[in-house]
C-alpha cells in the first residue's frame, strides 16, 4: 500500500446502495450489506421474541453471568467465563446509518476548502504553484539537510541511503521549479492541488489534504489538516524559551493535547472552556462536514517533545474532539479498529479496510483556531430510524452458540497455563460494516460486543480484548477481520 501526505486520488463514482433492515420506517425490502460469516437469514428464522422491540427492553438488563466450555483447535477444552456488565448508550433509539467514504477528488476538496476559509481569496499551497521565494526557502532546507546527512562518507545504512536519494531527488525537482517559478501565489481555480492557503480572522492558515490508497489505486482512508501558518508566532519569546519550541527540528504543530491523565492543570488561556467551545462548534459546522457528535475536551499544552507536553506550566488551551456519529452518540468512542486486541491477529493476507477512527481534532486557544485534523470523512447518505432488536437473551444464545461451534474464527488470546477467555462487558454500540457490493460504501450498524474491555477514562483511552460482535438487528456475527 502506498501512503500520499500532501496527496490525494479521485476514484471513480459510485451509486448508493440502499441498505434495509427490520425496521417501522423502512419501506426496503432487501438489504445488500453481508453483515457476518454465519447464515444470517436461518438463524433469524428461528428466533423470535424481541423481533419489533426497541431499545426499551433492555432498560432492566444489568449483568450476564455464565460459564461454559468450547475446543479450540488443537483440540484443548477452554472455559468460557462472562461475568459482563450490559452497557447501554444514551439514546431513546437506534438507527442504521448508511455512509459513503470522501473520494479526495477536486469538488470534495472544494467543498471542504470553501467551508474553511468562506468566501474569501484561497491560492494554492503545494510545491508545483509556490513562490520562486519560498521554493528558494525550501531548496535551501533541503540542501542542509542534504549536506548534514552526507557528510558522514561511511554510511551503510539502507534507510540512510534511501533518504538521500530522496533528498537527491526534491533538490532536483526544487531547482527546475524555480526556474518557471513566479513571484506570487496563484489563485485556486480547478481544486486538484492537495495544498492550499487562506485567511480565517485575517490570519494566514495552511488547509493540506492526504489519502491513503490500496495498490488497486482506490483510497482506503485520509483526512486533511488546517494550520495557522507560522504557529510560533502565537507564542511569545518567554514560551519559546522556555518550551525550546523554536529550535531547529521542532515539529510544525508545537503543541499536544495533554490526555495522558495525569491530573488537572492550570489552563493560561483567558476564554473558558465553555467560550471556546462555542467558537470550535460554530467553526466545525462550517466546515459542512458529518463531524456532528461532540466527544470530549482535553487541555493544550506547549513544547517541542513529548516531556515538554506532559508539563502542566505549559498549558495554553483546549483541543476538542468530534467524531461522525448520529442522535448524539458517537461512532469512534467506543473504539477504534487499532483498540482492540484482536487487530493485532490480521493476517498479511486480510487487507487493511478504510479506517474505523471518523473524528476532527481542533485545537484552540484565545488567539483563535490554531490547527485541525480531521480524519477520514465520510457523508452520511441515509438513515432507518428507530431500529428493532433481538431479545438479549436470543443474542446471548448466538454468542454461545458461535463461540461454541467456531470458536477459531474469533482468534481469542488465552493463556495455556488456564485454558480460560474472561469477558466483563456487553456493550450495545454502533460497528460498521461495508457495502461488499459498492466500494466504500459503509453502514453503522447497532451491533451487541462482548469483550474483556479495560477503560482508562482520565485519558479516554480503552483496551478491548476477545471482541465477539453480533448484529442487534437480525443476530448475524459481524466478521471483525473483514470489516477493519
Not at 444470517?40 to 426497541?54: D, H, P
Not at 541511503?161 to 481555480?189: C, D, F, Q, V
Not at 485454558?419 to 456487553?426: P, S, Y
Not at 453503522?444 to 483496551?463: C, D, H, I, Q, T
Request: proline letters at 3%; glycine letters at 8%; one cysteine or more.
Amino acid at each position: 500500500m502506498n501512503m500520499r501526505r500532501r496527496g490525494f486520488v479521485k476514484t471513480a463514482g459510485i451509486t448508493l446502495a440502499v441498505i434495509c433492515v427490520v425496521n417501522s420506517s423502512a419501506g426496503c425490502s432487501k438489504k445488500s450489506v453481508d453483515y457476518g460469516i454465519g447464515d444470517a437469514t436461518e438463524q433469524t428464522e428461528r428466533r423470535s421474541g424481541g423481533n419489533g422491540k426497541g431499545l426499551e427492553q433492555f432498560a432492566d438488563a444489568s449483568v450476564w453471568a455464565d460459564e461454559w466450555t468450547a475446543v479450540n483447535s488443537k483440540g484443548n477444552e477452554v472455559t468460557v467465563q462472562v461475568n459482563a456488565d450490559i452497557v447501554l448508550p444514551e439514546a431513546k433509539r437506534m438507527s442504521v446509518v448508511e455512509t459513503r467514504q470522501a473520494e479526495f477528488d477536486a469538488a470534495f476538496m472544494e467543498r471542504v476548502t470553501r467551508g474553511v476559509f468562506g468566501s474569501g481569496d484561497v491560492y494554492y499551497n503545494d510545491v508545483n504553484h509556490l513562490p520562486k521565494e519560498e521554493l528558494i526557502k525550501m531548496l535551501e532546507e533541503e540542501q542542509r539537510l542534504y549536506d548534514l546527512y552526507t557528510s558522514d562518507k561511511t554510511i551503510e545504512d539502507p534507510q540512510m541511503l534511501e533518504s538521500i536519494k530522496w533528498m537527491e531527488e526534491n533538490i532536483r525537482h526544487y531547482e527546475e521549479l524555480i526556474k518557471t517559478a513566479g513571484e506570487t501565489y496563484i489563485p485556486a481555480k480547478d481544486f486538484e492541488a492537495p495544498d492550499y492557503l487562506g485567511e480565517i480572522g485575517g490570519a494566514p492558515y495552511e488547509l493540506s489534504f492526504w489519502s491513503h490508497e490500496t495498490d488497486e489505486g482506490t483510497v482506503d482512508w485520509g483526512g486533511f489538516s488546517l494550520e495557522a501558518k507560522n504557529l510560533r508566532q502565537y507564542l511569545s519569546k518567554e514560551d519559546i524559551e522556555e518550551t525550546g519550541v523554536g529550535i531547529v527540528g521542532a515539529m510544525s504543530v508545537p503543541c499536544y493535547p495533554y490526555d495522558t491523565g495525569l491530573g488537572a492543570v492550570n489552563n493560561k488561556c483567558e476564554m473558558t472552556e465553555e467560550e471556546a467551545r462555542k467558537l470550535v462548534d460554530n467553526f466545525v459546522k462550517e466546515c459542512g462536514l458529518d463531524y456532528k457528535v461532540y466527544a470530549y475536551t482535553v487541555p493544550l499544552v506547549w513544547g517541542s517533545n513529548w516531556e515538554q507536553a506532559q508539563d502542566e506550566k505549559n498549558c495554553d488551551g483546549y483541543v476538542f474532539y468530534y467524531d461522525v456519529g448520529v442522535d448524539d452518540i458517537s461512532f469512534v468512542t467506543p473504539g477504534k479498529a487499532e483498540q482492540y486486541q484482536n487487530y493485532q491477529k490480521k493476517k498479511e493476507s486480510e487487507p487493511q479496510r478504510y479506517s474505523m477512527n471518523a473524528r476532527m481534532e481542533v485545537y484552540v486557544n484565545d488567539k483563535g483556531i490554531l490547527y485541525l485534523n480531521a480524519q477520514n470523512p465520510v457523508e452520511i447518505t441515509g438513515v432507518s430510524e428507530d431500529a428493532r432488536f433481538l431479545a438479549l437473551e436470543d443474542i446471548q444464545g448466538v454468542i454461545k452458540e458461535e463461540i461454541t461451534e467456531h470458536f477459531g474464527d474469533f482468534r481469542f488470546h488465552y493463556s495455556s497455563e488456564d485454558w480460560l477467555i474472561k469477558f466483563n462487558q456487553m456493550e450495545l454500540i454502533y460497528f460498521r460494516v461495508r457495502d461488499k457490493e459498492n466500494n466504500g460504501h459503509y453502514s453503522y450498524v447497532p451491533a451487541w460486543r462482548l469483550g474483556y474491555v479495560l477503560n482508562f477514562e482520565e485519558s479516554n483511552m480503552k483496551s478491548i480484548d476477545n471482541a465477539v460482535l453480533i448484529n442487534a438487528i437480525d443476530g448475524s456475527v459481524i466478521d471483525f477481520y473483514d470489516e477493519v
